[in-house]
Nanobody, 115 residues
Framework: QVQLVESGGGLVQPGGSLRLSCEAS????????MNWYRQAPGKQRELVAG???????NYGDSVKGRFTISRDNAKNTVYLQMNSLKPEDTAVYYC?????????WGQGTQVTVSS
């Protein structure tokens, strides 16, 4: 079973940047599609970005052009570079690993965008 640990969240001003990291352990990282989700208070969890083992990428409409997902299979880590942050990006961000029969979640990291 894969275990996921996120880091890199925090408080940032509007227009600023943050980079989230998610380190995986306990399984073969390279076989998983890796996703970032977020959940704001009172809202449903939504997909932010995903990257397949082959490197195909998709983004949620609200973050296209501002966020970049990447993975380093040698380091068992997936990253989310977030630029031009807006107050509406404030949420708990969760890392997700997915295979056809397996899915795993990290504990989440808080991102707050506020002046």
């Amino acid at each position: 079973q894969v275990q996921l640990v996120e880091s890199g969240g925090g408080l940032v001003q509007p227009g600023g940047s943050l980079r989230l990291s998610c380190e995986a352990s306990g399984s073969i990282f390279g076989i998983y599609t890796m996703n970032w989700y977020r959940q704001a208070p009172g809202k449903q969890r939504e997909l932010v970005a995903g990257i397949t083992p082959g490197g195909s990428i998709n983004y949620g409409d609200s973050v296209k052009g501002r966020f970049t997902i990447s993975r380093d299979n040698a380091k068992n880590t997936v990253y989310l570079q977030m630029n031009s942050l807006k107050p509406e990006d404030t949420a708990v961000y969760y890392c997700n690993a997915r295979q056809p029969l397996v899915t795993a979640w990290g504990q989440g990291t808080q991102v707050t965008v506020s002046s």
